[in-house]
């Protein structure tokens, strides 16, 4: 922890390393923890959505058209319940199911 103008900074707490200020509202004190409750939940569900996607290209890339089409239902599954939450959009989801779907039968 560094000492800055008297506010202690925690770098591992904080994300960004600007100086933290108190919240003077009792909202905004509420507001901080619940942006840091769900900050905490969308890195979850941003790492569930890469490491989907990182299995997906393993499988494509292994030429594993019978292991692909059985993960195919749990990607798309996967790839929709991120989208509805809107960590990613809708067509973004959209476009990838259909890519690596079209992949897969490439193989």
Known sequence: MSKIDNYFVDRHYLSSYTIARMANLKSAIKSVRKIKRQTAV??????????????????????????????????????????????IK????????????????SL
């Open 90 to 105: 809708k067509h973004n989801a959209s476009r990838n199911v259909s890519r690596f779907t079209k992949k897969i039968n």
């Open 42 to 87: 969308n890195r979850i569900r941003k790492s569930r959505f890469r490491n989907v996607v990182k299995k997906m290209n393993y499988l494509i890339d292994k030429k594993n058209k019978k292991e692909a089409l059985i993960f195919l239902p749990k990607f798309n599954s996967e790839i929709m319940k991120i989208a509805k939450t809107g960590l």
